[in-house]
């Protein structure tokens, strides 16, 4: 960790907050001198004050105390290229047009690897009144079902949660072509174009 990098992200944060040194210090109950020490590399924040910290220049700990704050490229266009992130413990549901850090539940998650569904794990699809009409015959059990179930096209995605000891059976209204996706809690994230 070096005490440069932390203290330049401190002032970085800082200054895009709109906050004075005297106004962050303020807040911490510590005084000035204490956060310009930090800013100009000459010490670092106790860690009993790094979670207060974190919240008030709202990022994250590992983040400031990197000293690193990378931003990233413009991601445009297509949104069938949106990454999915599914919690373990919650199966909360993010998704990302581009490059993120995640985390759920006090765990970072890792980007869902789309896997293209072979014959066993294809979902019905039919068209009923100008809508996708999309069955499965998955046993969505407790322990093992279909979390959520996606049709994304070049410009949107729907998202339809599925709940254990559900029938499997939606209506997506008709966009065009697009791609099924969709979350198996024991397999993981799959998809087919329709």
């Not at 932390?6 to 040194?21: A, D, W």
């Not at 995640?102 to 998650?109: A, F, P």
Request: glycine share 8%; proline share 2%; net charge neutral.
């Amino acid at each position: 960790m070096q005490n440069v990098k932390v203290g330049s992200i401190i002032r970085t944060l800082r200054i895009e907050k709109g906050m004075s040194q005297k106004q962050l210090a303020d807040k911490m109950n510590i005084s000035d001198k204490t956060i310009s020490k930090w800013e100009r590399g000459f010490g670092c924040p106790d860690i009993s004050l790094l979670a207060e910290l974190s919240d008030l220049l709202e990022v994250d700990i590992g983040t400031l105390l990197s000293g690193d704050l990378i931003a990233n490229n413009f991601v445009g266009g297509n949104m069938k290229k949106s990454k999915y992130y599914v919690c373990t413990v919650c199966n909360n549901i993010s998704l990302c047009t581009g490059n993120a850090e995640i985390s759920c539940c006090g765990r970072k998650l890792e980007e869902q690897i789309m896997h293209k569904a072979d014959e066993s794990n294809k979902l019905f699809t039919g068209v009923i009144e100008d809508n996708w009409f999309i069955t499965s015959h998955h046993p969505m059990k407790k322990e093992h079902y279909i979390s959520f179930v996606a049709f994304a096209t070049g410009d949107c995605v729907q998202i339809i949660k599925q709940y254990p000891e559900w029938d499997m059976q939606l209506r997506v209204p008709k966009l065009g072509h697009g791609m099924l996706i969709w979350y198996c809690t024991q397999h993981g994230l799959f998809y087919q174009l329709v």
